[in-house]
């Protein structure tokens, strides 16, 4: 899956859970820390991957249920000590969706996803270095979780339109402080 799918299906799922837990608007800093843990466990295996080569594949130590869960339950016991306990749920949120969204298309075909429980299982390598992103584009055009995406994004921005928007104003406050100084 792409940054926005994953950004997508991890808005939505902490949207559903934030408003079963206190059914308010969301705030900025908890989206922020959500947004961040999609993308976490990319952030960590591709480039480790593709260009260091300290993994075997760009799907394997952030994308192990082995590894992201203890983190998950630090930065949530770190952020709870810090009086912040909604930012540690929003970053395990979407750094869990992550690994389990990547894995319905493989699972859907019958391919292993091994990575989950990496390093105790081993992974296949199935990349040769990094990837162009015409690459990346091509091999995902014909796919259908490729569209569905975009599905997903749309159905994350009615609810994030519907959340208040959050992380919005914070946005706008910079841009026009940055306009003004100009």
Not at 123 to 149: Q, R
Request: glycine share 10%.
């Amino acid at each position: 899956m792409w940054p926005l799918g994953h950004a997508a299906v991890g808005y939505l799922l902490y949207s559903l859970s934030a408003r079963a837990r206190f059914g308010g608007r969301l705030a900025t800093l908890p989206t922020v820390a959500l947004l961040v843990g999609t993308q976490a466990p990319d952030l960590v295996d591709k480039p480790l991957a593709w260009y260091a080569g300290v993994l075997p594949t760009g799907r394997s130590l952030g994308h192990s249920l082995l590894v992201v869960v203890p983190i998950c339950l630090a930065v949530y016991w770190l952020a709870r000590r810090r009086g912040r306990a909604e930012l540690g749920v929003a970053f395990g949120i979407g750094a869990v969706s992550h690994p389990l969204v990547d894995s319905v298309p493989a699972l859907w075909s019958g391919t292993e996803v091994n990575y989950l429980l990496y390093p105790v299982v081993p992974v296949t390598e199935y990349e040769e270095g990094a990837p162009t992103l015409a690459d990346l584009l091509a091999g995902s055009l014909g796919e259908p979780w490729f569209l569905l995406e975009f599905a997903l994004a749309g159905a994350a921005l009615l609810a994030w339109h519907r959340d208040g928007r959050p992380g919005l104003g914070t946005v706008e406050r910079v841009l026009r402080r940055a306009t003004r100084s100009t």
